[in-house]
């Protein structure tokens, strides 16, 4: 009999420490995680925009090289390329999968409520990177990770109204042309936004042309073609362009229609990558506007917060700053991307 005993309660310690190893826990905003207490492998889904400009590749390498085996994570990376229909397939199949966290950059911000009560149902957390989405219920996210696009906006509108104070323009009429990214994205609503209302609250400014290069240099180029022809290169005193990539290829065409970029038209752009910190050191673009990619670590940071049962914020801003051609060639040597 105290051998049975003996036996009865080491089983029952076995399922008792089995199960600790794997428990539910509640977030400040209701959500149900998983929240392991033991040292295991993490399984994430991301579900990646795609690949469509320097910023997305520096953003992907940032879960590639931080959710590795040798840190503890079993990464499933899925490229859509732009297509709202591949994420939401990818979503799906992570949940089949059972992984851990799913994080999704959404292509849109609509068109998700469906797949996500579905996430829910399964009680996988989702976290989103970058671009947000526009729910019925924001209960179907956990937090949301990314820059402050609106403030990006704004603080492009705010460089230009100190360059041509500093210039002695401030009163000058000026014509100025945006170039949008992805219809819908949150990036594209939040930066236009911002532009858009610096534009109007400036009597002697004027938007000429608005057209979109969905995040692209070759989009980027033909759009500035496109306003080039419809409007006239000498009537352009501005570009606003929504990502380093369309900056990049508008150049092109600008040069190609005979102008100095940087010179004739002043060029501010968001992101801030490499390449157009090289072009505001050579004179071509004026103002660069960050978008911070390096979402892999605080989404790692997030997990880890979870994993040991605490609670993180609905809405997490990554950290940002403006730079222009004073102050570019001092700060490259410090850029990570």
Not at 45 to 54: D, I, L, N, W
Not at 183 to 196: D, Y
Not at 198 to 205: A, C, D, T, Y
Request: hydrophobic content about 40%.
């Amino acid at each position: 009999m105290k051998k049975l005993l003996v036996t009865a309660s080491i089983i029952a310690l076995a399922l008792l420490s089995f199960t600790g190893c794997n428990k539910k826990t509640e977030t400040k905003s209701g959500e149900v995680v998983s929240r392991q207490t033991s040292n295991r492998t993490i399984k994430v889904g991301y579900a990646q925009v795609g690949h469509e400009s320097a910023w997305r590749t520096a953003n992907s390498s940032s879960f590639k090289t931080t959710m590795t085996p040798a840190n503890g994570y079993d990464l499933i990376y899925i490229d859509a390329d732009g297509n709202q229909e591949v994420q939401i397939a990818a979503i799906r199949d992570f949940i089949a999968q059972n992984v851990d966290y799913i994080v999704v950059a959404p292509v849109i911000e609509t068109g998700w409520d469906e797949v996500l009560k579905e996430a829910k149902a399964a009680a996988i957390p989702v976290i989103l990177s970058d671009r947000q989405m526009k729910l019925e219920d924001d209960s179907l996210y956990l937090c949301w990770v990314g820059g402050n696009f609106l403030k990006e906006g704004r603080d492009g509108v705010k460089w230009l109204e100190g360059y041509l104070d500093g210039k002695g323009l401030s009163n000058e009429d000026l014509n100025i042309v945006d170039i949008q990214g992805t219809l819908g994205a949150s990036a594209q609503v939040g930066r236009t936004q911002g532009i858009e209302e610096g534009i109007q609250s400036h009597p002697n400014w004027n938007l000429i042309a608005q057209k979109s290069g969905d995040f692209r240099k070759d989009g980027g180029k033909k759009a500035m073609e496109e306003i080039i022809k419809e409007v006239g290169i000498n009537k352009i005193n501005v570009l606003f362009a929504e990502n380093d990539d369309m900056a990049l290829g508008a150049i092109e065409a600008i040069k190609a229609a005979g102008k100095k970029p940087g010179e004739d038209i002043i060029i501010i752009t968001f992101d801030a990558g490499h390449d157009v910190f090289l072009s505001m050191i050579a004179g071509e673009i004026n103002c660069a506007c960050e978008c911070n990619p390096l979402h892999g670590p605080r989404i790692a940071e997030i997990i880890k917060t979870l994993e040991n049962g605490g609670s993180v914020e609905k809405i997490q801003y990554v950290d940002e700053a403006v730079f222009d051609q004073s102050n570019a060639a001092a700060i490259l040597p410090t850029r990570q991307y």
